[in-house]
């Protein structure tokens, strides 16, 4: 009965404030902006941009990594996040020849002033940070996906042109291989069955990538597969950390072997951290899902309901996990204030209503939501205690509330809602062991459940008494629930 699902759960983002000052507190982009306020106008920078060698120590100097063997290393990495980000402009220059006569190496140099994006680190709105912060982690992710090579002198032809084909390197591949990891990641993130936010070992997520899902052993060519994507993902994982998306445990350098360098995946008894632990960091859950709505996903996130009419709101939340879906409901009625509560009770009734496949799911997220509206709501409950759609979960609302005066529900009433509840619950594909409590329990309730229950008007009666005698675990009522059903379909088609 299930109708399109998102393909993924939604996230619990940290808000946009937050979200900022751990950007701003990424080491690479706090580098770069240390940079960017430290170069003038004698700084000196090649013709694409890039520190001149002989800069790289008074840069690595002022981020304080003078000692440092790899100082420079990173104030190069930092530089050219500022110029990528727009931290400062790099103009090349006019002439040529002039600035190679002026250049001390003899190679042209730009000039460098301070880019319009400097002051809004420190000005700007969180989201202007965060904007700042996305351009640095696509920079970051290019370079993650990035070929290596120990001589680049190697890869350059007889006609001074690189030779790609040398590096045996498919740009789309890599950075399709990097999201997917990157995807994964975030799905185990969030998944109810996944580490939540604990870090994943990298072997599992390198085996993500690599095992198929209904390989049972794996083969050694699969296991040699995982341990190079292992160590493809060790050498990108480490990139993308300094960004501040991921923390990362590297894998032991002990483990690899000489030929290759490449750990073997590890057995069952062996400590697996030693072969790498990543986990996402809030700020990374914003940016993997901020790159996936980009690319058309659908990656939902806890509060995109807030201030949407009720029908959007009852079916965006159809398939949430339960604390999910009763926060983005408790959002959505913190919008309307108490003074609202009637109205939006109105609402989300109104919105419950319809035969369509959905719409016994939205009847009980409404009935979810309901539970979180306050007395308030009880006129616009009482509103549809003769509606044959609305009638009973309104009866059910005003019980466990302990009004007075509430109508007894008619027999029809009570078998349309006891096949609603089953067909929504059906759609919702909760815990079998707890979906075969709900059908015994309903049938129990009457006497003679099945004798009456082909006669229900609702579209999902046939389908609904079909998984009755699937599920019952009296041989004698799931007979009765299969004859029941196949009286239903007979009676649909008349």
Same mark, same amino acid.
């Given at each position: 009965?299930?109708?399109?699902?998102?393909?993924?759960?939604p996230?619990?983002? =940290?808000?946009?404030?937050?979200?900022a000052?751990?950007a701003?507190?990424?080491?690479?982009?706090?580098?770069?902006?240390?940079?960017?306020r430290w170069a003038?106008p004698?700084?000196?920078?090649?013709?694409?941009?890039?520190?001149?060698? /002989?800069?790289?120590?008074?840069?690595?100097?002022?981020?304080?990594?003078?000692d440092?063997?790899?100082?420079?290393?990173?104030?190069?990495?930092?530089?050219?996040?500022?110029?990528?980000?727009?931290?400062?402009d790099v103009?090349?220059p006019?002439?040529?020849?002039e $600035?190679?006569?002026?250049?001390?190496?003899?190679e042209?140099?730009?000039?460098?002033?301070?880019?319009e994006?400097?002051?809004?680190?420190?000005?700007?709105?969180?989201?202007?940070?965060?904007?700042?912060?996305?351009?640095?982690?696509?920079a970051?992710?290019?370079?993650a996906?990035?070929?290596?090579?120990?001589?680049?002198?190697?890869?350059?032809?007889?006609?001074?042109?690189?030779d790609?084909?040398?590096?045996?390197?498919?740009?789309? #591949? @890599?950075?399709?291989?990097?999201?997917?990891?990157?995807g994964?990641?975030?799905?185990?993130t969030?998944?109810?069955a996944?580490?939540?936010?604990g870090?994943?070992?990298?072997?599992?997520?390198?085996?993500s990538?690599?095992?198929?899902?209904? +390989?049972?052993e794996?083969?050694?060519?699969?296991l040699? #597969?995982?341990?190079? /994507?292992? +160590?493809?993902?060790?050498?990108?994982? *480490?990139v993308? @950390?300094p960004?501040?998306i991921?923390?990362?445990?590297?894998?032991?350098?002990t483990?690899?072997?000489?030929?290759?360098?490449?750990?073997?995946?590890p $057995?069952?008894?062996?400590?697996?951290?030693?072969?790498g632990?990543?986990r996402?960091t809030?700020?990374?859950l !914003?940016?993997?899902?901020e790159? +996936?709505?980009?690319?058309?996903?659908?990656?939902?996130a806890?509060?995109?309901?807030?201030?949407?009419g009720?029908?959007?709101?009852?079916?965006?939340?159809? !398939?949430?996990?339960?604390?999910?879906?009763?926060?983005?409901?408790?959002?959505?009625?913190?919008r309307?204030?108490?003074?609202?509560? @009637?109205?939006?009770?109105?609402?989300?009734l109104?919105?419950? %209503?319809?035969?369509?496949r959905?719409a016994?799911? *939205?009847?009980?997220?409404?009935? #979810?939501?309901?539970a979180?509206v306050?007395?308030?709501?009880?006129p616009?409950?009482?509103?549809?205690?003769?509606?044959p759609?609305l009638?009973?979960? /309104?009866?059910?609302?005003?019980?466990?509330?302990? /009004?007075?005066?509430?109508p007894a529900?008619?027999e029809?009433?009570?078998?349309?809602?006891?096949?609603?509840?089953i067909?929504?619950?059906?759609?919702?594909?909760g @815990?079998?062991?707890?979906?075969?409590?709900l059908?015994?329990?309903?049938?129990g309730?009457h006497?003679?459940?099945?004798d009456?229950?082909? %006669?229900?008007?609702?579209?999902?009666t046939?389908?609904?008494?079909?998984?009755?005698?699937?599920? =019952?675990s009296?041989k004698g009522?799931?007979?009765?629930?299969?004859?029941?059903? !196949?009286k239903a379909?007979?009676? #649909?088609k008349?």
């Amino acid at each position: 009965m299930s109708a399109e699902r998102p393909s993924l759960p939604p996230v619990r983002l =940290h808000t946009e404030a937050e979200l900022a000052r751990d950007a701003l507190a990424a080491p690479l982009l706090a580098r770069a902006a240390r940079l960017a306020r430290w170069a003038g106008p004698t700084t000196r920078v090649g013709a694409g941009g890039e520190l001149v060698d /002989a800069q790289l120590p008074a840069a690595a100097a002022h981020l304080g990594l003078a000692d440092d063997e790899d100082g420079a290393a990173y104030a190069s990495e930092a530089w050219r996040l500022a110029v990528d980000t727009g931290l400062v402009d790099v103009e090349d220059p006019q002439d040529e020849e002039e $600035a190679q006569a002026e250049g001390a190496d003899g190679e042209a140099e730009g000039t460098v002033t301070a880019g319009e994006n400097l002051a809004l680190l420190t000005s700007g709105s969180p989201q202007d940070v965060l904007a700042i912060w996305l351009d640095g982690l696509e920079a970051v992710h290019a370079d993650a996906t990035a070929p290596a090579f120990d001589d680049f002198a190697d890869l350059i032809g007889e006609d001074g042109s690189v030779d790609f084909d040398a590096l045996d390197w498919d740009p789309e #591949q @890599e950075a399709e291989f990097l999201d997917g990891v990157l995807g994964n990641l975030y799905l185990l993130t969030l998944s109810d069955a996944g580490p939540g936010d604990g870090p994943v070992p990298l072997p599992a997520l390198a085996a993500s990538m690599v095992v198929p899902e209904d +390989m049972g052993e794996p083969t050694d060519d699969v296991l040699e #597969q995982v341990s190079e /994507a292992m +160590m493809r993902l060790d050498d990108q994982f *480490r990139v993308l @950390e300094p960004i501040g998306i991921v923390e990362y445990r590297p894998v032991d350098e002990t483990l690899l072997t000489e030929e290759g360098e490449e750990a073997t995946p590890p $057995a069952d008894d062996e400590d697996v951290t030693r072969y790498g632990m990543v986990r996402l960091t809030p700020l990374g859950l !914003y940016g993997i899902r901020e790159r +996936m709505l980009e690319a058309g996903v659908d990656a939902p996130a806890v509060g995109d309901l807030a201030d949407k009419g009720a029908d959007v709101l009852l079916d965006g939340i159809a !398939y949430y996990p339960e604390e999910a879906a009763r926060t983005e409901v408790g959002l959505w009625l913190g919008r309307r204030g108490a003074e609202g509560a @009637e109205t939006a009770a109105a609402e989300l009734l109104g919105a419950a %209503r319809g035969g369509d496949r959905r719409a016994p799911l *939205r009847r009980l997220h409404c009935q #979810q939501a309901l539970a979180l509206v306050g007395p308030e709501a009880e006129p616009a409950v009482r509103a549809v205690l003769g509606d044959p759609e609305l009638g009973g979960l /309104a009866r059910v609302w005003l019980a466990e509330r302990g /009004a007075a005066d509430v109508p007894a529900p008619p027999e029809s009433m009570i078998f349309w809602l006891a096949v609603d509840t089953i067909a929504a619950q059906l759609d919702a594909d909760g @815990e079998m062991e707890e979906l075969q409590e709900l059908v015994e329990g309903l049938s129990g309730q009457h006497s003679g459940f099945f004798d009456e229950a082909w %006669r229900v008007d609702h579209p999902a009666t046939a389908e609904v008494l079909e998984a009755m005698g699937r599920l =019952h675990s009296d041989k004698g009522a799931a007979k009765a629930a299969r004859k029941a059903a !196949y009286k239903a379909r007979s009676r #649909q088609k008349d």
